[in-house]
């Protein structure tokens, strides 16, 4: 080869490894520079949190099942069976849009033959109707829980423990079960029920037994209370049957019993035992009802205020910070009729009332509702 091709030769491939060279160079180059540019740690954009929201569940409450012979008679198939369904169809709809559904179960269902004043007994029917329509959770400590003795309480814990997703407080049948003081859930509020008494009619719980009856003492709703608090019950709702019968104005033990279960953190006590209509108030934070009187009964030669009861509603709102309040409280009188033959019994909001039934309804009610908002 030419000395002069040569040299062209050796530019040549010396301009291509240096081309080659510079190439190498500039992706190295690139490289590091789309290292830089790309963080180690992508950052991820978090979605904003959900701030936390308050939690409600509703509940409904009626008075008292007192059942009388009246009631039972007129419920009777004549085969030793009872319906009592027919006497609560204006109330089915008016419950069935609350979460809880409140009532007193005042005559114990004891088992045998109904029985009527003074020691009541009532068929279980009463029970079973009032459970078809939505009830769902029951009082059991009244005046009349020992009416039919211990055997009464245990027929009827057993009874109502036949009863799907209902919920009752008040009698037992052991110390264990009597303790358990359970907490429930509804809409994920957790919550307590528990019910005691002041009254006894004069009849005493069995010595060593008082599991059979919460009789008020404020020692033992105090320990309940811890207890319940301890398992986590975000709202405390109690039963308290108090008071003397047929006063439409709550008495001083009342009011400081009332006073005494607000200092121990309950949300809303639910009243019973006068039979008649009390006023709705608050004491501190907590709620309270101080009677809702009969829900049925054979009371109309007692007066009309007998058979006058009320129907309360109100949402239970538990706020992110565990605070509680209520919304939406209303309430609506019901009436108890029945004919000049005891036959007939129906429980009737005042809303579907008419002068046919009873005579002027409309005044009635402007002043039985304003019963409601006595000052206590």
């Given at each position: 080869?030419?000395?002069?091709?040569?040299?062209?030769?050796?530019f040549?491939?010396?301009?291509?490894?240096?081309?080659?060279?510079?190439?190498?160079?500039?992706?190295?180059?690139?490289?590091?520079?789309s290292?830089?540019?790309?963080?180690?740690?992508?950052?991820?954009?978090?979605?904003?949190?959900?701030?936390?929201?308050?939690?409600?569940?509703?509940?409904?409450?009626?008075?008292?099942?007192?059942?009388?012979?009246?009631?039972?008679?007129?419920?009777?198939?004549?085969?030793?069976?009872?319906?009592?369904?027919?006497?609560?169809?204006?109330?089915?709809?008016?419950?069935?849009?609350?979460?809880?559904?409140?009532?007193?179960?005042?005559?114990?269902?004891?088992?045998?033959?109904?029985?009527?004043y003074?020691r009541?007994?009532?068929?279980?029917?009463?029970?079973?109707?009032?459970?078809?329509?939505?009830?769902?959770?029951?009082?059991?400590?009244?005046?009349?829980?020992?009416?039919?003795?211990?055997?009464?309480?245990?027929?009827?814990?057993?009874?109502?423990?036949?009863?799907?997703?209902?919920?009752?407080?008040?009698?037992?049948?052991?110390?264990?079960?009597?303790?358990?003081l359970?907490?429930?859930?509804?809409?994920?509020?957790?919550?307590?029920?528990?019910?005691?008494t002041?009254?006894?009619?004069?009849?005493?719980?069995?010595?060593?037994?008082?599991?059979?009856?919460?009789?008020?003492?404020?020692?033992?709703?105090?320990?309940?209370?811890?207890?319940?608090?301890a398992?986590?019950?975000?709202?405390?709702?109690?039963?308290?049957?108090?008071?003397?019968?047929?006063?439409?104005?709550?008495?001083?033990?009342?009011?400081?019993?009332?006073?005494?279960?607000?200092?121990?953190?309950?949300?809303?006590?639910?009243?019973?035992?006068?039979?008649?209509?009390?006023p709705?108030?608050?004491?501190?934070?907590?709620?309270?009802?101080?009677?809702?009187?009969?829900?049925?009964?054979?009371?109309?030669?007692?007066?009309?205020?007998?058979?006058?009861?009320?129907?309360?509603?109100?949402?239970?709102?538990?706020?992110?910070?565990?605070?509680?309040?209520?919304?939406?409280?209303?309430?609506?009188?019901?009436?108890?009729?029945?004919?000049?033959k005891?036959?007939?019994?129906?429980?009737?909001?005042?809303?579907?009332?008419?002068?046919?039934?009873?005579?002027?309804?409309?005044?009635?009610?402007?002043?039985?509702?304003?019963?409601?908002?006595?000052?206590?």
């Amino acid at each position: 080869m030419k000395k002069g091709k040569k040299r062209i030769w050796i530019f040549l491939l010396t301009c291509l490894l240096v081309l080659i060279l510079v190439c190498i160079v500039f992706l190295i180059q690139k490289k590091e520079e789309s290292k830089e540019e790309t963080p180690s740690n992508p950052v991820v954009e978090e979605k904003p949190k959900e701030e936390p929201k308050a939690k409600k569940m509703s509940i409904v409450m009626v008075g008292d099942a007192l059942i009388h012979g009246a009631v039972y008679a007129d419920a009777s198939l004549g085969n030793g069976t009872y319906d009592f369904s027919k006497m609560f169809t204006s109330i089915e709809p008016i419950i069935s849009k609350y979460d809880l559904r409140y009532y007193n179960q005042e005559s114990i269902i004891g088992g045998g033959e109904p029985k009527h004043y003074p020691r009541l007994n009532s068929p279980k029917e009463i029970g079973e109707d009032l459970v078809s329509i939505g009830f769902n959770l029951v009082s059991l400590a009244n005046n009349h829980s020992l009416d039919q003795n211990e055997a009464g309480i245990l027929y009827s814990n057993d009874f109502w423990k036949t009863q799907e997703n209902v919920i009752t407080a008040g009698t037992y049948s052991s110390f264990e079960e009597r303790n358990e003081l359970p907490v429930y859930s509804q809409n994920g509020i957790t919550y307590a029920f528990l019910a005691y008494t002041t009254k006894t009619n004069g009849l005493n719980v069995p010595s060593g037994k008082e599991y059979l009856l919460n009789v008020y003492d404020e020692k033992q709703v105090k320990s309940d209370i811890e207890a319940v608090k301890a398992k986590g019950a975000e709202v405390i709702i109690v039963s308290m049957h108090w008071g003397d019968e047929y006063t439409h104005v709550p008495t001083a033990e009342e009011k400081e019993i009332a006073l005494y279960l607000s200092s121990l953190g309950v949300n809303l006590i639910i009243g019973s035992h006068p039979h008649v209509i009390q006023p709705i108030a608050y004491v501190g934070d907590t709620l309270v009802i101080y009677s809702l009187g009969n829900f049925i009964s054979a009371q109309k030669v007692l007066g009309l205020e007998k058979i006058i009861g009320l129907l309360v509603g109100v949402e239970i709102v538990v706020e992110p910070d565990s605070t509680v309040h209520f919304e939406n409280l209303s309430s609506e009188l019901l009436y108890t009729y029945y004919n000049s033959k005891n036959r007939d019994f129906k429980v009737i909001p005042f809303s579907e009332l008419t002068d046919d039934i009873l005579k002027n309804h409309s005044e009635i009610e402007e002043e039985y509702l304003e019963i409601l908002d006595r000052e206590v």
